[in-house]
């Protein structure tokens, strides 16, 4: 074996020792993953497990009767509230919500801010699902749990390898390169693969792990769409994170150094036309979901 796939085995290996210094999952956690791998999930089940919880049904219920929802009565209980959000909604929300608890917990280094990491990545997350709303795509049921997970290898080579996420970032910032060159160049290894990997291990539906893959190279995902006509799940990504980036919502300033403008990054999707009322429709859901957390 070479020396640098010595190298790059390492520091892969040295990223994924990582997730072993995250707190371990929570029952609610363990429950919603599980049901992303397509494990049976009955509303009673979801309530029920909720309900153990005090923070996070405090949450679901301020959620519920926030103006996003527009109700004239207030709901009070959480089974009501699994009702009126549904099933898919409510777990997009609480994956969310408890993953910020999560990663709160990480000890990272100087120039990482845990606020902004989980700003951008509800950012991606709202807005991959609002974008599979408004277009076909490929496996749409996943946008918001890929959206939300696809910089985690970010977070990992921040907690587990700090003197490298800085000279990245220093790299990032001087030569305006795009970050994944910048990583591949320093660990031979990018974020895309660590987080992909990450969603391996956790045993994440594969074509969520395909979309997070491919987030920055969306047209190199050589797996042709399930539907005719349908954009990949990585272009959405792609896309929503773009979007978020452009609209302030980024994890270091030098991620904006390459931002475009919305209308430009919505026209892959076919989406230019839209782009106020994608705009006006992801403020509006980010700033309930965010006040909730």
């Not at 956690?29 to 153990?52: G, K, Q």
Request: hydrophobic share 45%; glycine share 4%.
């Amino acid at each position: 074996m070479s020396p640098s796939t010595l190298h790059r085995v390492s520091y892969r290996d040295l990223a994924l020792r990582s997730l072993d210094q995250l707190p371990p999952f929570s029952p609610i956690l363990n429950h919603l993953m599980a049901s992303l791998a397509d494990e049976d999930v009955s509303f009673a089940r979801l309530a029920a497990v909720i309900e153990r919880d005090s923070v996070l049904s405090g949450n679901v219920l301020r959620l519920v009767n926030s103006a996003l929802y527009g109700r004239r009565g207030t709901v009070s209980s959480v089974r009501a509230a699994v009702a009126v959000l549904g099933m898919v909604r409510l777990r997009n929300y609480l994956l969310g919500f408890s993953v910020a608890r999560l990663w709160d917990k990480a000890r990272t280094p100087a120039g990482w801010s845990m606020e902004r990491f989980n700003n951008h990545s509800v950012a991606v997350a709202v807005l991959s699902d609002i974008l599979v709303q408004k277009t076909t795509a490929d496996y749409a049921e996943g946008a918001f749990v890929a959206g939300l997970l696809h910089d985690l290898g970010r977070l990992m080579i921040a907690i587990a390898l700090p003197e490298e996420f800085a000279q990245i970032s220093v790299a990032q910032r001087v030569s305006g390169m795009p970050l994944e060159k910048c990583e591949q160049e320093h660990l031979e290894v990018t974020h895309s693969e660590l987080s992909a990997a990450a969603l391996a291990r956790w045993s994440l539906p594969e074509p969520i792990r395909r979309a997070v893959l491919y987030h920055h190279r969306s047209d190199m995902n050589a797996a042709a769409p399930v539907r005719s006509g349908a954009h990949p799940l990585s272009r959405v990504v792609e896309c929503a994170d773009e979007v978020a980036k452009s609209l302030g919502y980024s994890i270091l300033d030098a991620d904006n150094q390459r931002a475009k403008p919305v209308p430009e990054v919505l026209a892959r999707l076919g989406l230019e036309q839209r782009s106020s009322e994608i705009s006006e429709a992801f403020a509006s859901e980010l700033g309930t979901v965010l006040a909730s957390f």
